[in-house]
């Protein structure tokens, strides 16, 4: 069963007028083929934030540790998100994001890793990299201009596609990538602070 549909509906309902959502930059967006989607992370209403704002389907990387919890395990696979192990090398998430990609999907992650304290941009994990060298897939890059406050503007801009076309011929290693993935979603910040 499909959620996402039902979902992204209920939630634009309550969160656009909520937080005054502005959302600049989806004619950026690929209407086709596969796409890494890479944002940045101050708040957990970001998955939903993003899954309402994208024109696309999202399937969000999510920590395993939510699909043990009671409602959330059986709703978040009908939202198209998939677990992830932190910390350590997870094969099954590895391989499902390749296929989502590769099949022409959108996958969303937060190359952060987790949260920002300070709301910050942090350093970017490999596995974005990774996924930008191996998906074959447009990389998109995200910025969520906060904070969550109720009735304040909440700015999403998603920006425009990141040619890895040099970066996969010169075989450039998943932490230089990830590192330029992190330098777009900064300057997509900087430009609507």
């Given at each position: 069963?499909?959620?996402y549909?039902l ?6 309902t ?5 937080y005054?959502?502005k959302?600049t930059?989806k004619?950026?967006?690929p209407?086709?083929g596969?796409?890494l989607?890479c944002t940045n992370h101050?708040?957990?209403l970001?998955?939903?934030v993003?899954g ?6 999202v399937h ?9 919890m ?6 978040l ?6 677990p ?7 094969r099954d ?6 296929k ?5 999907k959108?996958?969303?992650?937060f190359?952060?890793?987790?949260r920002?304290k300070?709301?910050q941009?942090?350093?970017?994990l490999?596995?974005a990299?990774?996924?930008?060298l191996k998906g074959?897939?447009a ?20 920006g425009q596609?990141i ?10 290693s998943?932490?230089?990538?990830t590192?330029v993935i992190m330098?777009?979603i900064?300057s997509?910040l900087?430009q609507?602070k």
């Amino acid at each position: 069963m499909n959620l996402y549909p039902l979902g992204k509906f209920l939630i634009s309902t309550i969160f656009y007028p909520l937080y005054r959502i502005k959302v600049t930059g989806k004619e950026n967006f690929p209407r086709e083929g596969g796409v890494l989607l890479c944002t940045n992370h101050i708040d957990n209403l970001d998955p939903p934030v993003v899954g309402i704002t994208c024109p696309r389907t999202v399937h969000f990387m999510a920590k395993e540790e939510l699909f043990n919890m009671p409602i959330l395990k059986s709703v978040l696979p009908q939202v198209q998100a998939f677990p992830v192990k932190r910390g350590m090398s997870d094969r099954d998430a590895f391989r499902t994001t390749l296929k989502l990609l590769r099949g022409g999907k959108v996958v969303g992650m937060f190359p952060e890793g987790t949260r920002s304290k300070d709301g910050q941009l942090g350093k970017g994990l490999a596995g974005a990299g990774f996924f930008a060298l191996k998906g074959d897939a447009a990389v998109i890059p995200c910025a969520i201009v906060g904070p969550y406050k109720k009735f304040k503007r909440l700015h999403v801009i998603y920006g425009q596609p990141i040619d890895m076309t040099s970066y996969r011929e010169n075989r450039a290693s998943a932490e230089e990538v990830t590192e330029v993935i992190m330098k777009e979603i900064q300057s997509l910040l900087n430009q609507h602070k």
